[in-house]
């Protein structure tokens, strides 16, 4: 019973650098969230997908890239680090929309860039 | 602008007390609220949640108490035990919409 996976674990970026975070959910939920977490300032939303096939902005999409495989599977791509994307990563998915189901959430990915 | 602010950065209570985290929010168009428990190294764990339609949502030794008049929920563990000790968030969603709003956090210590 995995739930929600997150690949890599951890990982340390040289500014430039590009890298792509791997998401998979096996609850088939229709909905995924990429979501950063910085200390005092709580999780914030980078990208979403409702369902397969769409994906929206957040809160915080800038720098960032990302890419609905499957109803499975939710990438996060970073095509140039900077050090200001140094934080650690959770990926979420839930129910459709309109039903009052909770967010299911990843083990995250710490993420340096240096 | 932080719709969704736990005003507590940290919070220390005693092993079989009553512990309460706050949680204030400023949309009044927000209709579905969370509360979710994080260890460090580990993803966010959903705990207990309460729909606007309700003021109160009980589950053991957590209990969800909401507000609206005054944009306020809090949550209750009843009686604290040393595994409490982590750091929570509350969240909140508006009508039909898909995305949480989340708090900064507030880190629970249980003291034996």
């Known amino acids: 019973n995995a739930g929600v996976t997150q690949t890599p674990k951890f990982q340390v970026l040289k500014t430039g650098q590009s890298m792509t975070l791997q998401c998979a959910q096996d609850?088939?939920?229709?909905?995924m969230y990429w979501y950063r977490q910085d200390p005092g300032m709580g999780l914030r939303l980078i990208y979403y997908?409702?369902?397969?096939?769409?994906?929206d902005k957040g809160e915080v999409p800038n720098g960032y890239n990302v890419s609905r495989l499957n109803k499975r599977e939710f990438s996060l791509r970073l095509e140039s680090a900077a050090p200001s994307q140094t934080s650690v990563y959770f990926c979420?998915?839930?129910?459709?929309?309109?039903?009052?189901?909770?967010?299911?959430f990843g083990d995250g990915t710490r993420l340096s860039i240096l | 602008d932080q719709q969704v602010k736990q005003n507590s950065p940290s919070l220390s209570v005693q092993e079989g007390r009553i512990s309460i985290l706050n949680c204030d929010y400023t949309?009044?168009?927000?209709?579905?609220f969370l509360w979710y428990k994080k260890y460090p190294a580990e993803g966010p764990t959903f705990l207990i949640s309460i729909s606007s339609i309700k003021d109160k949502n009980e589950d053991g030794r957590f209990t969800v108490f909401l507000n609206k008049s005054a944009k306020h929920l809090s949550l209750h563990i009843v009686p604290s035990q040393p595994g409490d000790s982590a750091v929570y968030f509350c969240a909140a969603r508006g009508q039909g919409a898909q995305k949480l709003v989340f708090g900064q956090g507030t880190r629970l210590t249980i003291n034996p």
């Open positions: 609850m088939n939920h229709n909905s």
């Open positions: 949309n009044s168009m927000f209709d579905y």
């Open positions: 979420a998915s839930s129910e459709m929309r309109g039903i009052n189901q909770p967010q299911h």
């Open positions: 997908s409702a369902s397969e096939g769409t994906t």
